[in-house]
């Protein structure tokens, strides 16, 4: 499989990146370990995961980091792998908090549970919103040249504070950030085209979406109010059960049909066909589940493809 660098740094990754927030919550450590197992096997090397999944379960989190930890060491495969985890989420213990204070006691129970020496790219989870960008900016060059972390990246980071982010870097000669983790698939598209798409393209940022699947809407399964008690998640995605959503799942169904694949590989597949985006985030609890990612990067869709997802998209 083809890897690609992540943008301003030498970090080389196949371009699908397994999102870790199953780990301790629909999936246990035993399970954990077999679905890492196959997707490392499968050339995939890219794993994230923040330091407060999964909160909602126990109050605090740490469970993926934890499970992430446990699994490299026992594999020794860190040198291997690529690995992303955050900063800055609220849990039931504190509220967000990108301070100076929370990301050096963060960065090290991090560092700990993922039983590593250093993070290869540490994201800004969720902007506090109060905390000065040059504070928080400033840490993050201080572990960086403390050797705790490789690269930074934002997520959750309004367009405003991001740019002022990019300034300050350039400023004060810090560590800039050089990817961007937005909500981005095909039925969340208006907000990454308008507000963040011309800032990655300035900045020259990578861009690995989150919810790439929408939490599982865009894999076909939910297609009525029954289907809601499927998953955990089936309550968080009847928003999308409307006539846009509807279009989009039977454009999915025509191309998933025509190419004989899974409707999932084709979302996938349509947010690596965008220039922009360099690896999608998403998260399997099965093996076959796991094929469907395997397939994206391999599933070239024709113009044709593409102008049917378009048009159902933005209906």
Same mark, same amino acid.
């Given at each position: 499989?083809?890897?690609?660098?992540?943008?301003?740094?030498?970090?080389?990754?196949?371009?699908?990146?397994?999102?870790?927030?199953?780990?301790?919550?629909?999936?246990?450590?035993?399970?954990?370990?077999?679905?890492?197992?196959?997707?490392?096997?499968?050339?995939?090397?890219?794993?994230?995961?923040?330091?407060?999944?999964?909160?909602?379960?126990?109050?605090?989190?740490?469970?993926? #980091? %934890? @499970?992430?930890?446990?699994?490299?060491?026992?594999? &020794?495969?860190?040198? $291997?792998?690529?690995? /992303?985890?955050? *900063?800055?989420?609220?849990?039931?213990?504190?509220?967000?908090?990108?301070?100076?204070?929370?990301?050096?006691?963060?960065?090290?129970?991090?560092?700990?549970?993922?039983?590593?020496?250093?993070?290869?790219?540490?994201?800004?989870?969720?902007?506090?919103?109060?905390?000065?960008?040059? #504070? %928080? @900016?400033?840490?993050?060059?201080?572990?960086?040249? &403390?050797?705790?972390? $490789?690269?930074?990246? /934002?997520?959750? *980071?309004?367009?405003?504070?991001?740019?002022?982010?990019?300034?300050?870097?350039?400023?004060?000669?810090?560590?800039?950030?050089?990817?961007?983790?937005?909500?981005?698939?095909?039925?969340?598209?208006?907000?990454?085209?308008?507000?963040?798409?011309?800032?990655?393209?300035?900045?020259?940022?990578?861009?690995?979406?989150?919810?790439?699947?929408?939490?599982?809407?865009?894999?076909?399964?939910?297609?009525?109010?029954?289907?809601?008690?499927?998953?955990?998640?089936?309550?968080?995605?009847?928003?999308?059960?409307?006539?846009?959503?509807?279009?989009?799942?039977?454009?999915?169904?025509?191309?998933?049909?025509?190419?004989?694949?899974?409707?999932?590989?084709?979302?996938?597949?349509?947010?690596?066909?965008?220039?922009?985006?360099?690896?999608?985030?998403?998260?399997?609890?099965?093996?076959?589940?796991?094929?469907?990612?395997?397939?994206?990067?391999?599933?070239?869709?024709?113009?044709?493809?593409?102008?049917?997802?378009?048009?159902?998209?933005?209906?």
């Amino acid at each position: 499989m083809k890897k690609v660098t992540i943008k301003n740094t030498d970090l080389e990754i196949a371009p699908i990146n397994f999102g870790g927030n199953v780990f301790g919550w629909t999936l246990d450590e035993k399970q954990s370990f077999e679905i890492l197992d196959a997707f490392f096997e499968g050339g995939f090397n890219f794993v994230d995961t923040a330091d407060t999944y999964s909160w909602w379960v126990n109050g605090s989190g740490g469970q993926s #980091e %934890t @499970i992430i930890g446990k699994w490299a060491k026992d594999r &020794a495969v860190r040198d $291997r792998l690529v690995l /992303a985890t955050k *900063v800055g989420s609220e849990t039931k213990e504190h509220p967000f908090d990108i301070s100076r204070k929370h990301i050096l006691a963060s960065v090290d129970q991090s560092l700990q549970r993922l039983q590593t020496d250093y993070i290869d790219l540490y994201y800004t989870h969720f902007d506090d919103e109060k905390t000065p960008v040059e #504070e %928080t @900016i400033a840490t993050y060059d201080e572990l960086i040249k &403390a050797g705790k972390v $490789r690269y930074i990246a /934002a997520s959750n *980071v309004n367009p405003n504070r991001l740019q002022e982010s990019f300034a300050v870097s350039a400023e004060k000669g810090y560590a800039k950030y050089v990817a961007l983790q937005p909500h981005y698939n095909l039925v969340e598209r208006e907000k990454f085209e308008t507000e963040y798409a011309p800032l990655v393209e300035k900045y020259n940022l990578s861009v690995f979406p989150y919810w790439s699947l929408a939490a599982g809407f865009l894999t076909g399964k939910y297609r009525s109010e029954a289907d809601f008690a499927k998953s955990a998640r089936g309550a968080g995605i009847q928003k999308y059960l409307n006539e846009t959503g509807l279009n989009v799942l039977t454009a999915l169904d025509q191309i998933a049909e025509k190419h004989e694949t899974k409707q999932a590989t084709v979302a996938l597949a349509w947010l690596l066909a965008n220039p922009l985006i360099t690896a999608p985030i998403v998260s399997a609890t099965s093996k076959s589940q796991l094929q469907t990612l395997f397939d994206a990067p391999n599933l070239k869709l024709d113009s044709n493809d593409l102008a049917l997802l378009d048009k159902a998209s933005k209906a």
